[in-house]
């Protein structure tokens, strides 16, 4: 090696060593790299007691593991896929991706984000999809409920069921929820890493409505950029491994990144943010554990029946109760009673809605609404009166307040925006007088990136004919109320998915960020079977001669609601 070449190597090599020496300790690799853990979650090897609970860690919004605790659920030994299928096949579940806010969003034998078990199980291996969802009623009674939540406030603040089930391979965000849970693992492994409250000036939050409680970090937690969030070099961490027939507590507000491997099945039981903890009436005096006992013996505070609208993520209704008496009780211009107006301008700035003049109507839901809770028709209602609200009339405020699309049945309408479908269906019939119904459903799962099932609906209302044509000149004008069903906007919030995909752009990482693959041409072409020719399609002869025109506007992408 001559002198030039080994001080062009040294030179190299000097240059490696100092960037190597800038680069920060755990700078682009998985979450946990930036600096050693300060140690594993508490873990016992039985189930506490409702006091020990609350005072160890409930209160102290403090994570730990139930070794083996979810052994005691028949659904550990039972959630085969085969019994599922047999068993809850035909139940509703929801979707998503493997990889949270990654992707386009799973399609399922009922729509967009939504399947039946039965479907999900022939097909998730191969697919991205990864159940999330409310954990329907029928299958309550294979889930036992851990002891420590079975007595006092506990028992009587029990808010939602849900269930996960993924091949494995999926992971989440950097994230928190609102709501307490015990979460229990029935099959696979998976691993938890809990970053405790107080460190989120540390953790690049994504923009989330005004007082969330919930909430995601953007940065990537397969490639932790230690230079673009610098900060995070500080945060502290703590982990554990759960196997099957683990339960770990994840307090509310509790930053957790969750990764799974293998078949994974698990059902959670959420439950709410308490200040105060009460023994009474039925809890043991001397810190014994309650009886096992069936989460179909629970009252649930939001339950799905396995069919129809869920209501996953609901808030608590108590907490609703609470937040009215609290501003009634603090607000000394409401004089000890919440008015009508009042109400109205509450509900208003919650939905961000404009507001209107004084005696304007905000039209038939809000006035539903306030009649559900002024029964008397005095235009206002007392402290008493909110105390004295039933369990359903809150769920109905609850419920007026902030209803998520994603929990509706024909989410896909929500999902997909009207104008794409307008264009969609502008564009696959711009060059042929008529389509049929196969080419049109084709294009619908390609292009808007739906459903079979919806796309069979839209094809029916547009006017598709009995032999199983849309007729170009027969389909509605883009006003028409047909495209009604499509909503225009998904809701005020700021779109998570989008935060997250653009924090991925910037961080350079093709490997985890992939755009969108390019939409292709509309499927028009003739198959080799040709249909008898009065089938066929036809083109229309006028515009042959002006076959260029309107190209441009025919590659037009027609995009899904998550990419405008």
């Excluded at 409250?197 to 953007?218: I, K, N, T, V």
């Excluded at 029946?305 to 211009?333: A, C, T, W, Y």
């Amino acid at each position: 090696m001559g002198r030039g070449t080994a001080v062009i190597v040294l030179s190299a090599s000097l240059f490696y060593l100092a960037v190597c020496k800038d680069t920060p300790v755990g700078h682009l690799q998985p979450l946990g790299h930036h600096r050693p853990a300060d140690g594993e979650i508490d873990a016992y090897d039985y189930i506490i007691s409702p006091q020990d609970f609350w005072e160890k860690y409930a209160s102290k919004r403090k994570p730990v593991v139930f070794r083996g605790a979810g052994n005691r659920s028949d659904a550990f030994r039972l959630w085969t896929n085969e019994y599922l299928a047999q068993h809850y096949g035909e139940l509703e579940v929801k979707l998503e991706g493997k990889r949270e806010k990654l992707g386009k969003m799973p399609v399922g034998e009922k729509g967009v984000g939504r399947d039946t078990i039965r479907n999900f199980l022939q097909t998730y291996v191969e697919e991205d999809k990864y159940i999330v969802s409310q954990l329907p009623e029928p299958m309550y009674k294979d889930v036992m409920v851990p002891p420590c939540l079975l007595c006092g406030t506990f028992k009587r603040r029990l808010l939602e069921v849900n269930l996960w089930v993924s091949s494995g391979g999926s992971r989440s965000l950097l994230h928190r929820d609102a709501d307490n849970a015990i979460n229990c693992l029935l099959a696979g492994r998976k691993d938890w890493i809990m970053i405790p409250p107080g460190q989120e000036h540390l953790l690049s939050m994504a923009e989330e409505d005004e007082g969330a409680l919930g909430g995601f970090s953007l940065v990537n937690v397969q490639a932790v950029n230690l230079i673009k969030h610098p900060k995070f070099k500080k945060v502290h961490w703590i982990y554990s491994n759960l196997t099957a027939g683990d339960c770990v507590f994840i307090p509310y507000g509790h930053f957790h990144q969750v990764r799974s491997f293998d078949r994974n099945v698990a059902v959670s039981v959420l439950f709410a943010r308490l200040a105060e903890f009460s023994s009474e009436p039925d809890c043991p005096q001397n810190k014994s554990l309650p009886e096992w006992d069936l989460l179909s013996n629970q009252h649930i505070a939001w339950s799905y029946p396995g069919h129809g609208k869920m209501s996953m993520g609901n808030n608590d209704p108590e907490h609703v109760r609470e937040n009215f008496l609290q501003r009634i009780q603090e607000d000394p211009e409401l004089d000890g009673k919440l008015s009508k107006e009042a109400f109205m301008m509450e509900m208003v700035d919650i939905k961000s809605l404009p507001r209107r003049p004084p005696g304007e109507s905000y039209g038939p839901d809000f006035e539903e609404s306030w009649n559900s809770l002024d029964k008397e028709g005095r235009g206002y209602i007392t402290v008493q009166g909110l105390k004295d609200l039933s369990h359903e009339q809150l769920q109905k405020l609850t419920i007026f307040m902030d209803e998520d699309p994603a929990n509706m049945p024909d989410f896909e309408h929500y999902h997909i925006n009207v104008n794409s479908v307008r264009l969609f269906v502008k564009e696959l019939l711009t060059r042929r007088k008529k389509t049929n119904k196969e080419q049109f459903i084709n294009n619908y799962e390609k292009k808007l990136r739906g459903s079979e099932i919806f796309a069979e609906k839209l094809f029916s209302k547009l006017g598709g004919d009995e032999k199983g044509f849309l007729i170009k000149d027969d389909i509605p004008a883009e006003n028409s109320p047909v495209y009604n069903e499509y909503y225009r906007n998904y809701g005020s919030r700021p779109d998570g998915n989008d935060q997250f995909e653009k924090a991925l752009r910037e961080d350079f990482d093709p490997e985890e960020y992939r755009e969108m693959d390019e939409e292709g041409e509309f499927d028009n072409e003739e198959e080799e079977d040709q249909p008898e020719e009065e089938d066929q399609l036809e083109e229309d002869p006028e515009e042959e001669d002006g076959e260029d025109e309107g190209t441009e506007e025919s590659k037009t992408k027609a995009t899904s609601r998550d990419e405008l």
